[in-house]
């Protein structure tokens, strides 16, 4: 039955995270959004294999627009068969061939990473390069 | 593609198909990819950033809503374009994946297009929210760094008025043929009351006719402006609620075949509860990436003085965009809608749509009940409550 929590985000939740010096918290966190770029290294485009459908653990069609409501569509959950299997060929086909862009903590995207903020100071790290 | 790390795997934007998927580990491996510390880390997860925010460039607008949510005024506050600009540095820098333009009336800014590929430039799939009042087609060039361009359309003249105080829906559908027009991607924000939602079949067969590709049906929420004891007179009454997943269906199955296509709003999620099927399909919808209350989640807020709210409806928290990366796990009062979300009460602790739903509407229960609890319009929050109440003591 319901628990109030996705499973999407399993794992995701640190409970106890609010409980720590706001410090210990923020150095743990520059720490996990650091240590990632030593093992995420997306350029040159890593070798894909293909992406079971079943990985695709779920799907959102469409761009939303709304600048009020966060929007999911429906059309999907009436009309499963022959749209839903459409989307979700073109969503696999396309994860087999589109560029990878990383975002977000730890990422190495095209866009520059985050800038680390400095622990101790509590202020942004300049790159000087 | 922009693919972002999760203890689960990862979210994914893909460039050519217009759509946002969570991919779990595997399927991340797939792809030659690997979550490293995140996923070798048998500590749980911090939160993750937000994926979708909304972030208000202006509160001035002259059409004067009865019932807008933003209180937005001619003389209303409008950040400078370089304050704008930082705003959408910090959101690039924690990993949103689209930013939802609106205000005020986001198009009274001359620098809304320039706006639209800063964003762009950033990584952030831009997408506005727009009365369309005053839209011209000079303005509409402007707008073509925007994924996609909804027009407020709550339905034919006397539809837009009982939601909005005076008629202009014929500018709204000026507004739609003239994006459609021009090539740029447009959907209707319908906004569902009492009284419209029996013309609502009506409202969305007009827009797909003038060139609309999607509808946005959203709840009326007490917020701003529409937070007066007139909401109770103009939300869905509950058996308008009870029904709306039958009514959802009827109208998906006569625009899918043409390629338009029905979204609703996050808070509409609990009406799902009193439609029998929807309510045995949480698994359908979860795989279907519905969202339901996400505030604190996957959405955010940043209002027009830069500080973080869990969604528009409701008040900013003391999170200033600019610390969005750092502090959107650990912010105290974006806690308290996540800690909700995981020890919800009775009657949403039992329910089989919970992990989708997540309690519903905060906007709703906090004006309706005065606390951050279950979502009072809930046909089964009405159905526990009524149950409640005749219960013997």
Known sequence: MGSGFNPLYDGDTRPDDLARPRRQRLRRRVILSARPIQCRLPMPEPARSPVDPRSVR?????????????GSVVDTLFVTALLGGAIFAAVVAALGHERIEVVGPGGTGENKAPPERDVESDAPKVDST | ???????????????????????????????????????????????????????????????GCEGCYLDARPDGLEPPRAVLLERLDALRDAGVMTVAFGGGEPTTRDDLGLLADEARKRGLTPVLTTSGLGL???KVERLRGFAQVNVSYDGGAEAYAEVRGFDGARAAEAAIQLLAASGIRVGVN????????????????????????????????????????DYLARRLSPEQAAALGGTLRALTLEHAPAGFSI?????????????????????????????????????????????????????????????????HGSDPDLGRWRSFVRSAPEPCASCALASVCKGGCKAVSLFVDGVHGPDPECPRVRAYRATAQTAPS
């Not at chain 1, 779920?58 to 966060?70: F, K």
Request: charged content about 20%.
């Open chain 1, 58 to 70: 779920a799907l959102r069609p469409g761009h939303g627009a709304n600048c009020s409501s966060i």
């Open chain 2, 1 to 63: 593609m922009k693919l972002r790390y999760e203890a689960f795997g990862a979210w994914v934007k893909l460039d050519t198909v217009p759509a946002v998927l969570a991919l779990d580990r595997e399927g991340v491996r797939a792809l030659g990819l690997d979550g490293g510390d995140l996923w070798s880390d048998t500590r749980p997860a911090a939160p993750s950033a937000p994926l979708e925010v909304h972030l208000a460039v202006t509160q001035r607008c002259a059409a």
């Open chain 2, 136 to 138: 011209s087609a000079a």
């Open chain 2, 190 to 229: 319908v906004v569902l009351t009492r009284t419209t939602l029996d013309s609502l079949p009506e409202t969305l067969r007009r827009a797909c006719s003038l060139g609309a590709s999607e509808a946005q049906l959203l709840r009326y929420k007490p917020a701003g402006r529409a937070a007066t004891l």
């Open chain 2, 263 to 327: 979204r609703v709003d996050c808070s509409m999620i609990p009406y799902f509860a009193g439609d029998p099927v929807l309510y045995a399909s949480a698994d359908a919808l979860m795989r279907a990436g519905v969202f339901g209350c996400e505030g604190g989640q996957a959405l955010a807020a940043v209002k027009v003085d830069g500080k973080v709210a869990p969604c528009s409806f409701v008040a900013s928290t003391g999170l200033d965009a600019s610390d969005l990366l750092l502090d």
